[in-house]
Protein backbone atom coordinates (compact mmCIF):
# COMPACT_ATOMS: atom_id res chain seq x y z
CA UNK A 1 0.00 0.00 0.00
CA UNK A 2 1.39 3.52 -1.03
CA UNK A 3 2.40 5.63 2.00
CA UNK A 4 0.04 8.83 2.34
CA UNK A 5 3.00 11.54 2.26
CA UNK A 6 3.85 9.51 -1.15
CA UNK A 7 0.83 9.69 -2.20
CA UNK A 8 0.34 12.83 -1.70
CA UNK A 9 3.36 13.96 -3.65
CA UNK A 10 2.43 11.91 -6.62
CA UNK A 11 -0.57 14.10 -6.64
CA UNK A 12 0.69 17.19 -5.95
CA UNK A 13 3.66 17.19 -8.45
CA UNK A 14 3.70 19.04 -11.86
CA UNK A 15 2.87 16.64 -14.60
CA UNK A 16 3.53 16.80 -18.31
CA UNK A 17 0.79 14.30 -20.36
CA UNK A 18 2.53 13.23 -23.75
CA UNK A 19 0.11 10.31 -24.84
CA UNK A 20 -3.30 11.04 -24.38
CA UNK A 21 -6.14 10.08 -27.07
CA UNK A 22 -8.80 13.10 -26.80
CA UNK A 23 -11.61 10.58 -27.98
CA UNK A 24 -10.46 8.15 -25.41
CA UNK A 25 -11.20 10.81 -23.12
CA UNK A 26 -14.35 10.90 -24.04
CA UNK A 27 -16.51 9.28 -20.43
CA UNK A 28 -19.66 7.22 -20.89
CA UNK A 29 -22.06 10.17 -19.05
CA UNK A 30 -20.78 12.52 -21.69
CA UNK A 31 -21.13 9.53 -24.85
CA UNK A 32 -24.60 9.47 -23.69
CA UNK A 33 -25.35 13.26 -23.26
CA UNK A 34 -23.72 13.64 -26.30
CA UNK A 35 -25.74 10.96 -28.56
CA UNK A 36 -29.07 12.82 -27.42
CA UNK A 37 -28.02 16.07 -28.52
CA UNK A 38 -27.10 14.77 -31.75
CA UNK A 39 -30.20 12.03 -32.18
CA UNK A 40 -27.68 9.16 -32.18
CA UNK A 41 -28.27 5.53 -31.10
CA UNK A 42 -26.29 4.18 -29.44
CA UNK A 43 -25.92 -0.31 -28.95
CA UNK A 44 -25.60 0.28 -25.06
CA UNK A 45 -28.59 0.54 -23.22
CA UNK A 46 -27.44 2.79 -20.36
CA UNK A 47 -23.92 4.45 -19.37
CA UNK A 48 -23.93 0.91 -17.24
CA UNK A 49 -24.20 -1.28 -19.93
CA UNK A 50 -21.38 0.41 -22.02
CA UNK A 51 -19.19 0.53 -18.91
CA UNK A 52 -19.70 -3.09 -18.44
CA UNK A 53 -18.40 -4.00 -22.23
CA UNK A 54 -14.61 -2.36 -21.09
CA UNK A 55 -13.48 -5.86 -20.50
CA UNK A 56 -10.44 -5.76 -23.55
CA UNK A 57 -8.62 -8.49 -24.35
CA UNK A 58 -6.68 -7.05 -26.73
CA UNK A 59 -6.00 -3.83 -28.50
CA UNK A 60 -8.60 -4.13 -31.10
CA UNK A 61 -11.20 -4.86 -29.22
CA UNK A 62 -10.81 -1.63 -27.56
CA UNK A 63 -10.89 -0.08 -30.54
CA UNK A 64 -14.10 -1.92 -31.54
CA UNK A 65 -15.75 0.28 -28.24
CA UNK A 66 -13.63 3.43 -29.33
CA UNK A 67 -14.91 3.85 -32.82
CA UNK A 68 -18.77 3.38 -31.29
CA UNK A 69 -17.95 5.81 -28.72
CA UNK A 70 -16.67 8.61 -31.45
CA UNK A 71 -19.65 8.12 -33.11
CA UNK A 72 -21.52 10.55 -31.32
CA UNK A 73 -18.75 13.58 -32.16
CA UNK A 74 -20.64 15.05 -34.98
CA UNK A 75 -20.05 19.32 -34.30
CA UNK A 76 -17.44 21.81 -33.32
CA UNK A 77 -19.41 21.91 -30.25
CA UNK A 78 -19.27 17.93 -29.28
CA UNK A 79 -15.20 18.32 -30.03
CA UNK A 80 -14.79 21.16 -27.51
CA UNK A 81 -16.91 19.84 -24.77
CA UNK A 82 -15.07 16.62 -25.08
CA UNK A 83 -11.74 18.26 -24.65
CA UNK A 84 -12.70 20.95 -21.84
CA UNK A 85 -13.78 17.95 -19.80
CA UNK A 86 -10.00 16.43 -20.26
CA UNK A 87 -8.45 19.56 -19.73
CA UNK A 88 -10.58 20.01 -16.49
CA UNK A 89 -9.67 16.61 -15.18
CA UNK A 90 -5.96 17.60 -16.32
CA UNK A 91 -5.87 20.72 -14.23
CA UNK A 92 -7.27 18.39 -10.86
CA UNK A 93 -4.26 15.88 -11.46
CA UNK A 94 -1.52 18.87 -11.61
CA UNK A 95 -1.00 18.34 -15.46
CA UNK A 96 0.83 21.50 -16.54
CA UNK A 97 0.90 20.74 -20.02
CA UNK A 98 -0.35 18.08 -22.49
CA UNK A 99 0.08 17.42 -25.95
CA UNK A 100 -3.08 15.82 -27.21
CA UNK A 101 -3.27 13.43 -29.98
CA UNK A 102 -6.52 13.09 -32.22
CA UNK A 103 -7.51 11.34 -35.00
CA UNK A 104 -9.21 13.06 -37.82
CA UNK A 105 -9.91 9.85 -40.37
CA UNK A 106 -11.83 8.51 -37.31
CA UNK A 107 -14.37 11.63 -37.62
CA UNK A 108 -14.27 12.64 -41.65
CA UNK A 109 -14.76 8.68 -42.81
CA UNK A 110 -18.44 10.04 -41.07
CA UNK A 111 -18.51 13.15 -42.97
CA UNK A 112 -17.23 15.43 -39.87
CA UNK A 113 -15.45 17.98 -41.74
CA UNK A 114 -11.92 17.97 -40.58
CA UNK A 115 -12.20 21.76 -39.69
CA UNK A 116 -14.91 21.14 -37.15
CA UNK A 117 -13.08 18.60 -35.99
CA UNK A 118 -9.67 20.49 -35.20
CA UNK A 119 -11.07 23.95 -34.36
CA UNK A 120 -13.49 22.24 -31.57
CA UNK A 121 -10.41 20.84 -29.77
CA UNK A 122 -7.84 23.59 -30.11
CA UNK A 123 -10.60 26.03 -29.13
CA UNK A 124 -11.06 23.83 -25.73
CA UNK A 125 -6.92 24.20 -25.56
CA UNK A 126 -6.68 28.17 -25.83
CA UNK A 127 -9.89 28.30 -23.18
CA UNK A 128 -8.02 26.10 -20.59
CA UNK A 129 -5.68 27.15 -17.71
CA UNK A 130 -3.58 23.78 -19.05
CA UNK A 131 -0.94 24.25 -21.61
CA UNK A 132 -2.31 22.12 -24.18
CA UNK A 133 -0.96 21.78 -27.91
CA UNK A 134 -2.14 19.30 -30.72
CA UNK A 135 -0.69 16.22 -32.50
CA UNK A 136 -2.52 14.68 -35.52
CA UNK A 137 -2.17 11.27 -35.93
CA UNK A 138 -2.97 9.09 -38.89
CA UNK A 139 -4.72 5.62 -38.74
CA UNK A 140 -2.28 3.02 -39.71
CA UNK A 141 -4.87 0.32 -40.39
CA UNK A 142 -5.75 2.57 -43.01
CA UNK A 143 -3.85 3.43 -46.36
CA UNK A 144 -0.64 5.66 -46.77
CA UNK A 145 -2.94 7.33 -49.37
CA UNK A 146 -5.44 8.22 -47.15
CA UNK A 147 -2.97 9.85 -44.42
CA UNK A 148 -1.88 11.94 -47.69
CA UNK A 149 -5.33 12.89 -48.20
CA UNK A 150 -6.12 13.72 -44.52
CA UNK A 151 -2.64 15.90 -44.67
CA UNK A 152 -3.91 17.88 -47.22
CA UNK A 153 -7.07 18.16 -45.21
CA UNK A 154 -5.45 19.65 -42.48
CA UNK A 155 -3.07 21.53 -43.91
CA UNK A 156 -4.98 24.75 -44.07
CA UNK A 157 -4.88 24.65 -40.35
CA UNK A 158 -1.34 23.65 -39.86
CA UNK A 159 -1.12 26.78 -37.28
CA UNK A 160 -3.24 24.59 -34.87
CA UNK A 161 -1.77 21.26 -34.40
CA UNK A 162 2.48 20.99 -34.27
CA UNK A 163 2.98 17.47 -34.54
CA UNK A 164 2.41 14.36 -36.58
CA UNK A 165 1.58 10.77 -35.20
CA UNK A 166 0.29 7.42 -35.72
CA UNK A 167 -1.93 4.72 -33.83
CA UNK A 168 -4.12 2.15 -34.13
CA UNK A 169 -3.77 -1.45 -34.31
CA UNK A 170 0.39 -2.30 -34.75
CA UNK A 171 -0.01 -5.76 -35.87
CA UNK A 172 0.23 -6.00 -39.77
CA UNK A 173 0.79 -2.23 -39.94
CA UNK A 174 4.79 -1.63 -39.33
CA UNK A 175 5.48 2.01 -39.29
CA UNK A 176 7.59 1.91 -42.98
CA UNK A 177 4.16 1.23 -44.31
CA UNK A 178 3.94 5.54 -43.98
CA UNK A 179 7.41 6.39 -44.59
CA UNK A 180 6.35 8.86 -47.52
CA UNK A 181 3.74 10.69 -45.53
CA UNK A 182 5.92 10.83 -42.64
CA UNK A 183 8.88 12.01 -44.37
CA UNK A 184 6.42 15.29 -46.49
CA UNK A 185 5.19 15.69 -42.61
CA UNK A 186 9.03 16.24 -41.71
CA UNK A 187 9.74 18.37 -44.54
CA UNK A 188 6.89 20.57 -43.65
CA UNK A 189 8.35 20.89 -40.11
CA UNK A 190 6.24 19.24 -37.71
CA UNK A 191 7.43 17.31 -34.99
CA UNK A 192 6.77 13.63 -35.10
CA UNK A 193 6.09 10.90 -33.16
CA UNK A 194 4.69 7.28 -33.68
CA UNK A 195 3.59 4.08 -31.38
CA UNK A 196 5.89 1.45 -31.79
CA UNK A 197 6.30 -1.42 -29.25
CA UNK A 198 3.30 -2.08 -27.24
CA UNK A 199 2.09 -5.21 -29.37
CA UNK A 200 4.13 -4.85 -32.03
CA UNK A 201 7.74 -6.30 -31.61
CA UNK A 202 11.02 -4.20 -31.07
CA UNK A 203 12.05 -3.84 -34.88
CA UNK A 204 8.67 -1.51 -34.97
CA UNK A 205 10.77 0.65 -32.43
CA UNK A 206 13.61 0.97 -34.64
CA UNK A 207 11.91 1.60 -37.72
CA UNK A 208 9.93 4.04 -36.64
CA UNK A 209 13.41 6.45 -35.42
CA UNK A 210 15.09 5.19 -38.42
CA UNK A 211 12.85 5.59 -41.35
CA UNK A 212 9.54 7.63 -39.69
CA UNK A 213 12.80 9.97 -37.97
CA UNK A 214 10.23 10.45 -34.85
CA UNK A 215 11.31 12.21 -31.99
CA UNK A 216 10.03 10.38 -29.47
CA UNK A 217 8.23 6.85 -28.98
CA UNK A 218 4.34 5.84 -27.77
CA UNK A 219 4.42 3.04 -25.91
CA UNK A 220 7.52 1.13 -26.79
CA UNK A 221 7.59 -1.06 -23.61
CA UNK A 222 8.24 -4.34 -26.02
CA UNK A 223 12.17 -2.74 -26.53
CA UNK A 224 13.33 -4.91 -23.28
CA UNK A 225 13.02 -7.94 -25.67
CA UNK A 226 15.80 -6.55 -27.10
CA UNK A 227 19.22 -5.45 -25.23
CA UNK A 228 20.87 -3.38 -27.90
CA UNK A 229 17.87 -1.41 -28.73
CA UNK A 230 17.23 -0.48 -24.68
CA UNK A 231 20.94 0.18 -25.04
CA UNK A 232 20.49 2.97 -28.08
CA UNK A 233 17.20 4.69 -26.24
CA UNK A 234 18.95 5.37 -22.88
CA UNK A 235 22.23 6.59 -25.17
CA UNK A 236 20.04 8.80 -27.49
CA UNK A 237 17.43 9.68 -24.69
CA UNK A 238 14.55 8.94 -26.62
CA UNK A 239 11.68 9.08 -24.34
CA UNK A 240 8.98 6.32 -24.40
CA UNK A 241 5.69 7.83 -23.44
CA UNK A 242 4.30 4.49 -21.78
CA UNK A 243 0.69 4.48 -20.28
CA UNK A 244 0.97 1.56 -17.29
CA UNK A 245 -2.83 1.36 -16.67
CA UNK A 246 -3.52 0.72 -20.31
CA UNK A 247 -1.00 -1.91 -20.80
CA UNK A 248 -2.48 -3.84 -18.09
CA UNK A 249 -6.21 -3.58 -19.08
CA UNK A 250 -4.73 -4.61 -23.18
CA UNK A 251 -3.27 -7.41 -21.32
CA UNK A 252 0.52 -6.21 -22.66
CA UNK A 253 1.28 -7.06 -19.05
CA UNK A 254 -0.86 -9.20 -17.04
CA UNK A 255 -0.77 -7.15 -13.81
CA UNK A 256 0.92 -3.45 -12.99
CA UNK A 257 3.76 -5.95 -10.76
CA UNK A 258 4.89 -7.34 -13.84
CA UNK A 259 5.72 -3.83 -15.41
CA UNK A 260 8.88 -3.42 -16.65
CA UNK A 261 8.74 0.48 -16.24
CA UNK A 262 11.19 -0.14 -13.39
CA UNK A 263 13.66 -1.73 -14.99
CA UNK A 264 13.41 0.78 -18.46
CA UNK A 265 13.72 3.97 -15.87
CA UNK A 266 17.18 1.42 -14.07
CA UNK A 267 18.55 0.97 -17.89
CA UNK A 268 18.41 4.46 -18.21
CA UNK A 269 15.32 5.63 -20.48
CA UNK A 270 13.64 8.30 -20.46
CA UNK A 271 10.32 7.06 -19.36
CA UNK A 272 7.06 8.95 -18.74
CA UNK A 273 3.96 8.08 -17.74
CA UNK A 274 0.42 8.78 -19.31
CA UNK A 275 -3.04 7.90 -19.80
CA UNK A 276 -3.44 6.90 -23.06
CA UNK A 277 -7.44 6.21 -23.36
CA UNK A 278 -8.19 7.35 -19.46
CA UNK A 279 -11.78 6.97 -20.16
CA UNK A 280 -11.42 3.63 -20.70
CA UNK A 281 -8.89 2.20 -19.24
CA UNK A 282 -9.54 3.05 -15.43
CA UNK A 283 -7.73 6.58 -14.67
CA UNK A 284 -6.15 9.79 -15.80
CA UNK A 285 -2.80 11.12 -15.17
CA UNK A 286 -2.41 10.27 -10.87
CA UNK A 287 -4.38 7.21 -11.25
CA UNK A 288 -1.72 6.25 -13.31
CA UNK A 289 0.90 7.18 -11.28
CA UNK A 290 -0.58 5.90 -8.15
CA UNK A 291 -1.39 2.45 -9.71
CA UNK A 292 2.41 1.98 -10.74
CA UNK A 293 3.79 3.17 -7.47
CA UNK A 294 1.42 1.22 -5.10
CA UNK A 295 2.48 -1.96 -7.44
CA UNK A 296 6.62 -0.93 -8.01
CA UNK A 297 9.09 -0.09 -5.97
CA UNK A 298 9.60 3.29 -6.63
CA UNK A 299 10.02 6.40 -4.67
CA UNK A 300 10.24 9.92 -4.31
CA UNK A 301 13.51 10.02 -6.94
CA UNK A 302 11.26 8.65 -9.52
CA UNK A 303 8.78 10.62 -8.69
CA UNK A 304 10.96 13.32 -9.49
CA UNK A 305 12.75 11.48 -12.86
CA UNK A 306 9.28 10.52 -13.78
CA UNK A 307 8.12 14.15 -13.39
CA UNK A 308 11.44 15.82 -15.33
CA UNK A 309 11.17 13.75 -17.98
CA UNK A 310 7.70 14.43 -18.69
CA UNK A 311 8.79 18.07 -19.31
CA UNK A 312 12.21 16.88 -20.55
CA UNK A 313 10.21 14.80 -23.73
CA UNK A 314 8.05 18.00 -24.23
CA UNK A 315 7.87 19.87 -27.72
CA UNK A 316 7.84 23.10 -25.57
CA UNK A 317 9.97 26.59 -26.07
CA UNK A 318 13.31 26.04 -24.29
CA UNK A 319 12.46 28.39 -21.67
CA UNK A 320 9.03 27.12 -21.01
CA UNK A 321 10.53 24.04 -20.53
CA UNK A 322 13.32 25.00 -18.14
CA UNK A 323 10.44 26.68 -16.26
CA UNK A 324 8.75 23.93 -15.72
CA UNK A 325 11.36 21.89 -14.92
CA UNK A 326 12.17 24.53 -11.96
CA UNK A 327 8.91 24.34 -10.69
CA UNK A 328 9.26 19.98 -10.39
CA UNK A 329 12.84 21.17 -8.54
CA UNK A 330 11.30 23.59 -6.19
CA UNK A 331 8.41 21.39 -5.84
CA UNK A 332 10.52 18.10 -4.53
CA UNK A 333 13.33 20.33 -2.64
CA UNK A 334 10.52 20.67 0.08
CA UNK A 335 10.58 16.92 0.76
CA UNK A 336 13.09 14.34 2.25
CA UNK A 337 14.43 11.61 0.17
Do not use: W
Not at 12 to 26: D, Q, R, V
Not at 93 to 100: G, K, L, S, T
Not at 124 to 150: G, K, N, Y
Not at 256 to 269: E, R
Amino acid sequence: MLNTQLRGVLEGMPKAELHIHIEGSLEPELIFALAARNHVTLPYASVDDLRAAYAFSDLQSFLDIYYAGASVLLHEQDFYDMTAAYLQRAAADNVRHAEIFFDPQTHTARGVPIKDVIDGIYRACQDSPVSATLILSFLRHLSEEDAFATLEQALPYRDKYIGIGLDSSERGNPPEKFARVFARCKELGFRLVAHAGEEGPPAYIETALDVLKVERIDHGVRCLDDPALVQRLAREQMALTVCPLSNIKLCVFSEMAQHNLLQLLDAGVKVTINSDDPAYFGGYMNDNFIATFEALPLGLAHAQRLARNGFEAAFLPEAHKQQLLAEVDAYFASFAF
